[in-house]
């Protein structure tokens, strides 16, 4: 039988010592960082400004839309709403590995509103 005890016991661990730190009025980890992301008029189905690779952390994804058609951007498990116009933003965590993005209409993220960001 797999032991999955001594992980989990580390990362409570992890947390305590955050809870700590906070309680004992020591900041809290780095306000969320913003990345800028366009999806421009002259090339309605990609999305710019998203990094190949970014640092484990806690991030605020601000997606402008100026293509006029209906949009989203989900990366990992967060996402904006669908949307044709403006700027909607959302912040997600990212922790070690890979992290897929995409547009969720169906046929834009075969068009190339799709990638991977590495965290490391
Ligand atoms: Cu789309």
């Not at 990212?94 to 969720?104: A, I, Q």
């Amino acid at each position: 039988m797999r032991s999955e005890r001594a992980p989990r016991i580390a990362a409570a661990g992890a947390v305590l010592s955050v809870g700590l730190l906070v309680a004992a009025g020591v900041a809290p980890a780095a306000a969320a960082k913003t990345i800028d992301v366009t999806s421009p008029a002259s090339d309605p189905l990609s999305y710019r400004g998203i990094p190949a690779t970014l640092k484990p952390g806690k991030y605020t994804f601000r997606y402008t839309n100026r293509t006029g058609m209906s949009h989203d951007l989900k990366v990992g498990s967060k996402k904006t709403p669908l949307f044709s116009a403006g700027t909607r933003s959302f912040t997600v965590t990212l922790r070690k590995g890979t992290v897929k993005y995409l547009c969720t209409v169906p046929g834009h993220a075969a068009a190339g509103m799709s990638g991977t960001i590495l965290v490391r």
